[in-house]
């Protein structure tokens, strides 16, 4: 039996949520606007918290037009493949990727505000590709917000707020400011709870509040709210995919030594379906530290197990959890940055296949070569084992490899060239899933 939850008011009033934590963060903050630095808040250094001296603001707008090639617009299988029919007889597919060429444009923007106790950072993003050659509907949409506060409550108090919000069509590879790890990012890395396939337009949404308290110069506590929403325009995907993720934290860490924090967390997640019974409720127990080698390099890993039940199914399950990131800064002009998790996350396949354990890594690299060139290059790797708790669907294994890479030359102070490349595969033990994909691009970006 399904069940008929209002999904997209659900979402609506996420949204209104986030806006009204903007608007009291804003508020709370007592910005001045016409600044952007916070000045020293340290008491020796003669600083008044809510006065101090500020610098100029910084808003920045950037508008990008670009011209590529896709060759599966549609994320077919390119191959022929073998497979049973409803009838039981073996038949053949010839299935033909949708190359075209594309003209993408995007806008962006961001907002930097800072005073002695608060700092607020505010990002939106819309973007455009027209393809002429793809079957179907020949354009993609994609749209973004997100939007970051910090507050000192008091002298050992700190408030963080943080939200991430997209309108996807499909990647906007290249062009978005607002991709990472977690979102939609560059080189089509899927936000964690999406499907590898073109299954329409989608409304995805992740936010977090903390609120870290230092009891003594050794311990402090840090308590977290995440959620993070899924709103799907078509069926059957709406049917089987829209749904809200809550997770509750608390996490102990102590200062062993000036470089090295340990760190002991509990979490809580909640998964709701809107039409299928596939709710789930997790409990999480880790442990873990953040250390730091030197100035430049910083490790964090937490590890430890997941308790996931399933009210509305048979069996429940339980398995090893694990995240962890390496930052380093080679020089002033080179980053690398490392991110792996493991654990359970949504099928978002079928009714049946309500989750997959997941194991993701990713890889990132940015250099600033000379004073007008810079370039990036990424790698990030994903394996899935499908599968239902209640034994219904077969168990099925996929891996998804994404690269991307692209440079850009600085023609002026406000305008930049820029070239860039990425590709796709993903294997499957379901051959109708297997595709690649290969997008080059190449275009001009101009920031005011």
């Given at each position: 039996?399904?069940?008929?939850?209002?999904?997209?008011?659900?979402?609506?009033?996420?949204?209104?949520?986030?806006?009204?934590?903007v608007?009291?963060?804003?508020?709370a903050?007592?910005?001045?606007?016409?600044?952007?630095?916070?000045?020293?808040?340290d008491?020796?250094?003669?600083?008044?918290?809510?006065?101090?001296n500020?610098?100029?603001?910084?808003?920045?707008?950037?508008?990008?037009?670009?011209?590529?090639?896709?060759?599966?617009?549609l994320?077919?299988?390119?191959?022929?493949?073998?497979?049973?029919?409803?009838?039981?007889?073996?038949?053949?597919?010839?299935?033909?990727?949708?190359?075209?060429a594309?003209?993408?444009?995007?806008?962006?923007?961001?907002?930097?505000?800072?005073?002695?106790?608060?700092?607020?950072?505010?990002?939106?993003?819309?973007?455009?590709?027209?393809?002429?050659?793809r079957?179907?509907?020949?354009?993609?949409?994609?749209?973004?917000?997100?939007?970051?506060?910090t507050?000192?409550?008091?002298?050992?108090?700190?408030?963080?707020?943080?939200?991430?919000?997209?309108?996807?069509?499909?990647?906007?590879?290249?062009?978005?400011?607002?991709?990472?790890?977690?979102?939609?990012?560059?080189?089509?890395?899927?936000?964690?709870?999406t499907?590898?396939?073109?299954?329409?337009?989608?409304?995805?949404?992740?936010?977090?509040?903390?609120?870290?308290?230092?009891v003594?110069?050794?311990?402090?506590?840090?308590?977290?709210y995440?959620?993070?929403?899924?709103?799907?325009?078509?069926?059957?995907?709406?049917?089987?995919?829209?749904?809200?993720?809550?997770?509750?934290?608390?996490?102990?860490?102590?200062?062993?030594?000036?470089?090295?924090?340990?760190?002991?967390?509990?979490?809580?997640?909640?998964?709701?379906?809107?039409?299928?019974?596939?709710?789930?409720?997790?409990?999480?127990?880790?442990?873990?530290?953040?250390?730091?080698?030197?100035?430049?390099?910083?490790?964090?890993?937490?590890?430890?197990?997941?308790?996931?039940?399933?009210?509305?199914?048979?069996?429940?399950?339980?398995?090893?959890?694990?995240?962890?990131?390496?930052?380093?800064d080679?020089?002033?002009?080179?980053?690398?940055?490392?991110?792996?998790?493991?654990?359970?996350?949504?099928?978002?396949?079928?009714?049946?296949?309500?989750?997959?354990?997941?194991?993701?890594?990713?890889?990132?690299?940015?250099?600033?070569?000379?004073?007008?060139?810079?370039?990036?290059?990424?790698?990030?790797?994903?394996?899935?084992?499908?599968?239902?708790?209640?034994?219904?669907?077969?168990?099925?294994?996929?891996?998804?490899?994404?690269?991307?890479?692209?440079?850009r030359?600085?023609?002026?102070?406000?305008?930049?060239?820029?070239?860039?490349?990425?590709?796709t595969?993903?294997?499957?033990?379901?051959?109708?899933?297997?595709?690649?994909?290969?997008?080059?691009?190449?275009?001009?970006?101009?920031?005011?």
């Open positions: 039996m399904t069940r008929k939850h209002p999904s997209k008011l659900a979402i609506s009033m996420l949204l209104c949520g986030q806006l009204i934590c608007a009291l963060a804003v508020r903050s007592d910005f001045d606007f016409r600044s952007t630095a916070a000045v020293d808040m008491p020796a250094a003669g600083s008044n918290p809510g006065v101090g500020f610098t100029r603001n910084r808003f920045n707008f950037t508008f990008d037009s670009r011209v590529g090639y896709d060759d599966n617009t994320a077919q299988p390119d191959t022929t493949v073998a497979f049973t029919n409803a009838a039981g007889n073996r038949v053949r597919r010839d299935v033909n990727g949708s190359g075209s594309f003209l993408n444009f995007d806008l962006g923007g961001t907002y930097l505000a800072a005073n002695s106790r608060s700092t607020l950072s505010l990002g939106a993003d819309v973007g455009i590709s027209y393809y002429f050659d079957p179907g509907r020949d354009y993609d949409v994609n749209g973004g917000l997100t939007g970051s506060f507050y000192k409550l008091a002298p050992r108090l700190f408030l963080q707020l943080s939200t991430y919000n997209a309108y996807i069509s499909q990647g906007d590879y290249g062009a978005s400011n607002l991709t990472n790890f977690n979102g939609n990012a560059i080189g089509g890395v899927r936000a964690p709870g499907t590898d396939e073109r299954n329409g337009d989608y409304f995805y949404t992740s936010d977090s509040a903390q609120l870290s308290f230092q003594s110069a050794r311990i402090s506590l840090v308590t977290g995440a959620v993070t929403a899924f709103a799907y325009d078509d069926n059957p995907y709406s049917r089987i995919d829209d749904r809200v993720e809550q997770y509750f934290s608390e996490e102990f860490r102590y200062l062993l030594r000036p470089n090295l924090t340990l760190a002991a967390d509990y979490r809580f997640g909640y998964v709701t379906y809107f039409s299928v019974n596939n709710d789930s409720y997790t409990h999480f127990l880790l442990g873990g530290f953040d250390y730091i080698f030197n100035p430049r390099l910083r490790f964090s890993i937490r590890a430890g197990a997941e308790f996931r039940i399933y009210p509305d199914a048979i069996g429940d399950e339980t398995s090893p959890y694990a995240e962890a990131t390496v930052t380093y080679l020089s002033r002009r080179a980053n690398l940055a490392l991110t792996a998790r493991y654990g359970i996350e949504e099928g978002g396949l079928t009714e049946d296949i309500s989750n997959s354990n997941t194991f993701r890594i990713g890889l990132s690299y940015n250099q600033q070569i000379t004073a007008r060139i810079s370039g990036y290059a990424s790698f990030y790797f994903t394996h899935s084992l499908y599968q239902t708790p209640s034994g219904n669907v077969i168990d099925f294994n996929e891996d998804t490899y994404d690269v991307a890479v692209g440079g030359y600085a023609i002026t102070r406000y305008l930049s060239a820029e070239v860039g490349y990425t590709f595969d993903v294997t499957s033990q379901i051959a109708l899933r297997e595709y690649t994909r290969n997008r080059v691009f190449a275009g001009v970006r101009v920031s005011f």
